[in-house]
Each structure stands twice: as structure tokens, then as C-alpha cells.
């Protein structure tokens, strides 16, 4: 069996596969992209043998909240529940959770190592144009792990479409849609209506799908999709949906049908959809499932618990109070305006902004937003991820000074947060703002860690 020093060595050899394509250009998805060596390890291992209720989650934006959210209420709900997510912050282990806890570092080594021997052979068998999706392998070690933590419920969260997605090849039941918006052009297509097509892979014959509220183009597609699979699709009309109402001390507080005025411990307003949506998705894993009474009290309970216990972090996280300093992830102008929105009643000025958005995302779009809600904005990079690229320095702040006057460089995260910090003083607010490689130095910087959420 081979053998794995460390959680980097196992990870280097997820990637082995992939990293023989590196310097070629991949075709789009539908070309691209075969999930057919990943069912052929998991039926080889009857990796999905288990008695095991699925949910997959797939959208544009959201779909990693909504599958915590959904997560998190069904181990409320008193179901040992399991969870795939990428990417991840600071460890590869934290894609992989049971009850929020990411799988320990030698059951990661152990699995992949068993694991390796039927990967080695499938890989033998592809051709140089052909790889082994680490997507794929990270749902296989899921998948044993969630058997030896005798999991009954998985919510997996799919990468950037879904029909052609390893996570797809579960027999999921329930699927939930978050809002579809036009993205990863090139990989998906190039209308609406096509990435809708690509993310409507994942409805299975016979289930059932959720999705908020969509434009029309993309409810036709899902509807058809559904209809063709023999599958019930329900969306959230508008006026079902949750209502925000205002800022709590640790997120906000949402108005949710039956459930009242309920605490969410997150601090967007825009996850008030996402909890909607997890909430409704919760409600039907459940019935499955058996257990507490769908109408009883104590039900409703453990969904507002569950609400108030949420935990995902770098999504508008708030690291600290004084300065108040804030976390998301927005690469493009639309998401950082929502930070702005969301946050517009607790920004204490002065608002400094650290943005780190790489040069392949929309970083004119985030200096957009940003630039004016914020006395001034501080730009940097990371090194963490070396396939990253950054905007030289001229050109990005030449472009965010089309926004805002007082725009500096710092070369790191951490010499930003000390000019940031000096700026704002005790009673200010810091924005870090970026790709996920800046939001994982920021998390070391502060000493935290996500080992449980």
C-alpha cells in the first residue's frame, strides 16, 4: 500500500493525475470534463453501498452557506450528518466534515493511501488526454470516511456546474438550487440558459428539487430538466422566502414562516436566501430520515438552534471588534457591493478596505464597489496559491483610483493590516476582501482554526 508522510503528500497525490495536463488548454466542461474513472472507483470499492441519504447543492453563488446551513439543522435535528465543500481555507481536510468536525489528519492519510492501489490502476488505463478528477478522489475518501463515521445524511456541495460533476454521482434525492447567475463562461457556455443546463445535471429520476427565486430563463431550464427526469420541482415563490430585519450581535435576525424571528449567525443578507433554501432542503431530508415530528415544537426549535449555531467561515466573518474587522471572499463587483449592503449599518468610520483580487477576476468591478463606501483602500496580494496572478501594481491602482483617492500597495496581508490598522484606529472598520488565498492568510493571522464549525 502506499504510504503517505503528511496531509501535503496525500494531496500531492490527488493531483498527480491532473498536474499531466498542466501548460494545455482544456476544453470547455461538456467536452472536458469525464466523471467516468471516479464511478469506476467508487463501484469498485462500493463506496456507495451505504444506506445514505444525499443532497446535492449546486448555483452560482451561495452554494457553499446553503450546504453548511442544510448541514448544520440536520445535526440539529439529531442526524450524524456528513458534508462535502470546496475550496477550503487553510487545510485540504476541511472539504470533508461529519457533524462539522473535518476529517483528522491520519484518517485522511490512511484512506487516500487505501485508496491508491484502485486509483493507480483506473489511472493506468486513461489515456495522456485523460485525468483523474481530484474532485473525484476528495468524494471518495468522503465516502469511506462517512461510511466508518456511520453518516445517515450527506449534503455535498458541487464544484462550478454539476452534469458533468463527480459529486453528481451520488443518488441524491434532494436537490438545491441557489441562485444561477452568468459565470465561468468559457467552461459552462456562454448563455444563461446553458450554465443553467450544465447545473441542472444533478436532478436524479424521481427526486425532488428546490430552487429560489430565478429569472425566467433559468426556471424554464430547471422545470424541463425536472420534467424529463420525472422529478418534482418546487421553487420558493418570493413572498415564501425569509425576510431580513435587521443586524443581531453575532449576524442578523430574519423573519422564516413558522419559525418565527429567527437569529442566523452569519452576517450577510444575502444568506437570508440561502437559509431559506437550507431550511426547506433540511425539511425534506428529514422526513426521510424519520425522527422529531415535522410539527412539534421541538422541531422548530432545533431548525432556530441549528440557525443560530451556523458557523462558515471568511463568508462576511467578523475576526474582531475593535477596529471592527470583516472577512469575505467577493472577486467581483456585484458580491462586493452585497458586502457593502449587508454591512451598511455597522460600517463605524474609518472604513479601510484591503482587497486582494486576482487579475483573471473582476478586480475593476471590486475597486468599483468598494471605493466609495471606504476612506481608503489598501491593495495586496498572496503568494499561497502559486497558479494565482495578480494585477501589476500601476495598473491596479491606477484603477482603483478611478473609485477612491487614497489608494496604497502593501506586499503582503500582513503589512496591509498594519497600515490598515493605524488608518483605522479603535473605532474604525477593516474590510479584507478577496480570493481565497488572502482570506486563509488572514485566518492564520488571527490564530484561528476550523477544524469544528
Known amino acids: 500500500m502506499t504510504l503517505f508522510a503528511s496531509e501535503a503528500d496525500a494531496v500531492t497525490y490527488i493531483f498527480h493525475s491532473m498536474r499531466k495536463l498542466r501548460g494545455q488548454n482544456r476544453p470547455p466542461d461538456d467536452i472536458g470534463r469525464n466523471p467516468a474513472p471516479t464511478r469506476r472507483l467508487i463501484e469498485s470499492l462500493n463506496l456507495l453501498d451505504t444506506r445514505r441519504e444525499y443532497a446535492v447543492v449546486t448555483g452560482s453563488k451561495g452554494k457553499g452557506s446553503t450546504t453548511a446551513i442544510t448541514a448544520k439543522l440536520l445535526q440539529y435535528l439529531g442526524h450524524r450528518t456528513g458534508m462535502v465543500t470546496s475550496p477550503h481555507l487553510v487545510s485540504w481536510r476541511e472539504r470533508i466534515r461529519v457533524n462539522g468536525r473535518a476529517i483528522p489528519e491520519p484518517d ?16 493506468a488505463t486513461l489515456s495522456d488526454t485523460q ?65 443553467t443546463w450544465h447545473k441542472a445535471g444533478i436532478i436524479k429520476p424521481g427526486s425532488r428539487a428546490y430552487s429560489v427565486p430565478q429569472a425566467p430563463e433559468v426556471m424554464n431550464v430547471l422545470a424541463a430538466e425536472a420534467e424529463t427526469r420525472d422529478a ?24 422564516l414562516g413558522r419559525y418565527g424571528e429567527v437569529f442566523l449567525s452569519l452576517h450577510g443578507r444575502y444568506q437570508v436566501v440561502n437559509a431559506t433554501l437550507a431550511t426547506l432542503g433540511a425539511g425534506d431530508l428529514h422526513a426521510r430520515l424519520g425522527g422529531i415530528p415535522h410539527a412539534s415544537a421541538e422541531y422548530r426549535e432545533r431548525i432556530r438552534a441549528g440557525l443560530a449555531a451556523v458557523r462558515w467561515p471568511a463568508r462576511l466573518q467578523k475576526l474582531q471588534d475593535r477596529p471592527a474587522v470583516y472577512l469575505d471572499g467577493a472577486i467581483n463587483g456585484e458580491s462586493a457591493q452585497s458586502v457593502i449592503e449587508s454591512l451598511r449599518d455597522d460600517l463605524t468610520r474609518p472604513v479601510i478596505s484591503i482587497i486582494a483580487v486576482p487579475d483573471d477576476k473582476d478586480y475593476a468591478g471590486v475597486y468599483a464597489a468598494l471605493g ?41 496581508l500582513e503589512a496591509a493590516v498594519e497600515q490598515a490598522s493605524a488608518r483605522a484606529g479603535h473605532d474604525g472598520t477593516i474590510l479584507i476582501i478577496g480570493t481565497q488565498s488572502i482570506l486563509a492568510d488572514a485566518t492564520l493571522l488571527w490564530g484561528r482554526s476550523y477544524e469544528v464549525i
Not at 152 to 167: N, Y
Not at 232 to 255: C, E, H, Q, V
Request: charged fraction near 20%; glycine fraction near 6%; proline fraction near 8%.
Open 372 to 412: 466609495p463606501a471606504s476612506d481608503a483602500l489598501i491593495l495586496t496580494e498572496t503568494d499561497r496559491n502559486p497558479i494565482l496572478s495578480f494585477p501589476a501594481v500601476d495598473t491596479a491602482v491606477a484603477a482603483a483610483r478611478q473609485h477612491n483617492a487614497d489608494v496604497s500597495y502593501a506586499p503582503n
Open 131 to 195: 485525468y483523474f478528477s481530484p474532485t473525484g478522489i476528495f468524494l471518495a475518501v468522503a465516502l469511506r470516511w462517512f461510511d466508518e463515521q456511520r453518516v445517515s445524511v450527506a449534503v455535498l456541495e458541487v464544484g462550478r456546474g454539476g452534469r458533468f460533476d463527480d459529486i453528481a454521482l451520488v443518488p441524491n434525492r434532494l436537490s438545491l438550487f441557489t441562485p444561477i447567475t452568468l459565470e465561468h463562461i468559457y467552461w459552462l457556455g456562454p448563455t444563461l440558459d446553458r450554465i
Open 108 to 123: 485522511f492519510i490512511r484512506i487516500v493511501a487505501e485508496l491508491a492501489p484502485t486509483i493507480d490502476r483506473i489511472e
Open 232 to 255: 418534482r420541482f418546487d421553487w420558493i415563490a418570493p413572498i415564501d422566502m425569509g425576510k431580513y430585519l435587521g443586524p443581531s450581535a453575532t449576524g442578523i435576525r430574519m423573519s
